[in-house]
């Protein structure tokens, strides 16, 4: 299999952080995808994915398998080791509103980063600032759940992460730590997982 994927897309580091978990690692190849690249690049990229998006993982029957929720639960289906998507039960329903959260972030984060490399003058305040809040409404969120229990290592969790660890890498000077003792802690141990140092995004 051959995974469409950047170094420093938190989507496509919640895949490879399932890859890690679920022994898969060997199965994929990482295969640069620029969706923002040269025109080349992208069309590269919509030759997979008609969206035009990373990650996207082509099968080795040449089926291709977009966007990253789709993908992990394949993966999970396919590799070994605990379910990070459980088949039902509360704990599913759990599992994917929080990688709906955790990918909600990543989404407003991104949409940040791109509106930032826009002149400054065609920036949009009221859309900068409701991704902004979107961003600290959902570490709110996060701060309360976290109270009523830890997380379990499920695909919630690792959406979460990667989602974090992608604000942390491009907006450090969001503090979303500010007055969230119990998200903060719990991103500190999960960042201590091999999975996690194993996809950090390029210093620099
Ligand atoms: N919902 C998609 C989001 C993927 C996504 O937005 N990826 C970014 C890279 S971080 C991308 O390819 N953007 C290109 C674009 O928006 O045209 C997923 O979970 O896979």
Redesign the pocket.
């Known amino acids: 299999m051959r995974l469409l994927s ?1 170094p ?5 580091r ?1 895949v490879r952080m399932v890859l890690i978990e679920k022994g898969l690692s060997d199965a994929v190849t990482l295969a640069p ?1 620029a ?2 690249g040269s025109e080349a690049e992208a069309a590269a ?1 919509r030759s997979v994915n008609p ?5 996207a993982l082509v099968l080795d029957s040449g089926e291709a398998l ?4 789709v ?1 992990c639960e394949y993966l999970d289906q396919l590799g070994a080791g605990p379910q990070l998507l459980p088949a039902q039960g509360a704990g599913r329903w759990t599992a994917l509103r929080r990688q709906a959260l955790g ?1 909600g972030v ?2 407003a984060a ?1 949409n940040l980063v ?1 509106e930032h490399r826009r002149p400054a003058e065609q920036r949009s305040a009221e859309w900068l600032g409701r991704w902004t809040d979107a961003l600290h409404n959902a570490a709110g969120a996060l701060e309360v759940e976290l109270a009523a229990g830890d997380f379990a290592l499920d695909l919630g969790a690792i959406a979460v992460a990667a989602a974090f660890g992608y604000l942390d890498f491009r907006l450090p000077q969001i503090d979303w730590r500010a007055g969230r003792p119990r998200l903060t802690a719990w991103f500190a141990e999960f960042s201590q997982r091999a999975a996690f140092k194993e996809t950090a995004p390029p210093k620099g």
């Open positions: 950047s420093t897309s938190p989507y496509v919640k995808g969706p923002m990229v969206l035009g998006k990373i990650p977009y966007d990253s929720p993908i990918d990543a989404d991104f791109m």
